[in-house]
């Protein structure tokens, strides 16, 4: 069924090309959206235990206790929900390898994987504000898994508030940051954005492009309207530290989809009361960069990861 889904159509002639960047990445989403509703619409049944009663099937009561928690009845769920549940499942128990911490990292169901090696890289190397120096305090805006607050305590920082509003990342990032070793030196607690109080350095990955995600596991992509993003921004001069810095992680991804202008971005910033000090760029090197067969590929090939260094005016 996923293979028959997500077989390309054959090429008509005189086909209909996008007109732009931003139109092929609508009809890319709404292509993807309707595979999701196809395959959403085949059903299993489970057992009150999570076993599913079919010959040959799987053991999952593992991957589906992690999710679901203690059933009591019994019940069904899609086929593609349950591919999610049980690749949530591997990563979980796998982890991803992070180098800069020598270390793996072990996503929760529902909370985006640090796959994307470039942006950790970033805040692995940005050189710390001189404030650190006297007065050690960062937040990290929308942990999820927990990986930068990581980053950060590795790098000697004391204390660092950790905040995400998703409850599954709040417990995923405590998990992490535990075996880590580095619970003391990071608060995780649940706020939409900012916590109470001001630091010397303040991080931020948000979405990166601005449009609706249709499942809750890509709100760590989509962001609709920008909203996390302005509301960062908007928020930043107020919690830092004279002196401090605040770094926004973003990709320019949505300038090459037509999404966003880079000088829609420079605007925001400059009406938070911002301004920049600095940017470190990174190239992406994930396998969808070199597929030319990826519809989007043009903007992926043109891909930046940028680390803006930003500071109140």
């Known amino acids: 069924m996923v293979r028959r889904a997500y077989e390309k159509p054959r090429e008509r002639k005189n086909k209909k090309l996008p007109a732009t960047p931003a139109e092929a990445f609508h009809l890319h989403r709404q292509a993807q959206s309707q595979r999701a509703r196809t395959l959403g619409m085949l059903l299993i049944p489970f057992n009150a235990d999570h076993s599913i009663p079919l010959r040959r099937a799987p ?8 999710v679901y928690g203690t059933a009591t009845e019994s019940y069904i769920a899609s ?21 800069v911490l020598s270390a793996r990292i072990h996503p929760h169901y529902g909370v985006f994987a640090p796959i994307r090696s470039e942006y950790i890289g970033l805040v692995n190397e940005a050189p710390l504000p001189a404030i650190i120096g006297t007065q050690s305090v960062a937040f990290d805006i929308g942990t999820g898994t927990g990986v930068l607050a990581a980053v950060l305590a590795r790098r000697g920082i004391k204390r660092i508030v950790a905040t995400d509003q998703d409850q599954r990342a709040l417990n995923c990032a405590r998990e992490n940051l535990t075996r880590l070793g580095l619970a003391a030196q990071v608060d995780v607690m649940q706020a939409s ?12 990955n948000p979405p990166w492009v601005p449009a609706r995600p249709s499942s809750p596991l890509e709100h760590a992509v989509f962001d609709p309207e920008s909203r996390m993003l302005r509301g960062f921004l908007n928020g930043l001069a107020a919690h830092l530290e004279p002196g401090g810095e605040g770094w926004l992680i973003l990709s320019d991804l949505a300038e ?15 009406a938070a009361g911002l301004k920049v000090l600095g940017k470190i760029d990174a190239k992406p090197n994930h396998p969808r960069v070199s597929d030319t067969s990826d519809p989007l590929h043009a903007a992926r090939a043109a891909e930046l990861t940028s680390l803006w260094r930003l500071a109140a005016k």
């Open 59 to 66: 053991d999952v009561r593992m991957a589906c206790e992690e």
């Open 79 to 99: 086929l593609r929900g349950l591919q999610g549940v049980i690749g949530a499942h591997e990563w979980r128990k796998n982890g991803v390898e992070i180098p």
């Open 193 to 204: 954005l900012f916590p109470e109080g001001r630091a010397s350095l303040i991080v931020c």
């Open 256 to 270: 090459h989809l037509g999404l966003r202008t880079r000088a829609e971005l420079l605007a925001a910033i400059d």
